[in-house]
């Protein structure tokens, strides 16, 4: 794709199945490692990955050569199966269902960065539903309460 030029840049966002609290101070840095990997490995950049421990938030460089829905699909299947086959103390760990992903203009890249990189201090402030559904409030996406949260 010789003469493809793009930057998609995207604030993607999913929780721990169920909202179960296992992003540890042990497990986050390696799994975040993890997780950077598997963006590279589909030539895409993961800019900033962070969360609290039940939801993780990422600002990632999407390449052209892929869908949305198709990365996010490995990154979330590759990382939980890592983590279950690697750390046995994390054995019943998954991830939610779904996902949320919003474009983000240039622009904006550095405010998302920073807003990522506090993901830690927001629980103390707002619950996760309350943040995602601000989030999509705000990206004017259509949303039903009775799905959101599987």
Known sequence: MA???TNLLEHIVFSTK???PFLDAELKPRLFAYMGGIFRNEKCVAININGPTDHVHILALLS???A????????KANSSGWIRKTLP???EFGW???YSAFGVSYSLK???YDYIAIQEEHPRKISFSEELIALLKKHEIEYDERYIFE
Do not use: E, M
């Open 89 to 91: 103390k994390y054995r």
């Open 110 to 112: 550095n405010a998302v």
């Open 18 to 20: 169920d909202r179960r």
């Open 3 to 5: 003469h493809t030029y």
């Open 96 to 98: 939610q269902t779904g």
């Open 68 to 75: 949305p829905a198709s990365l996010i699909g490995k990154v």
């Open 64 to 66: 052209p050569t892929i």
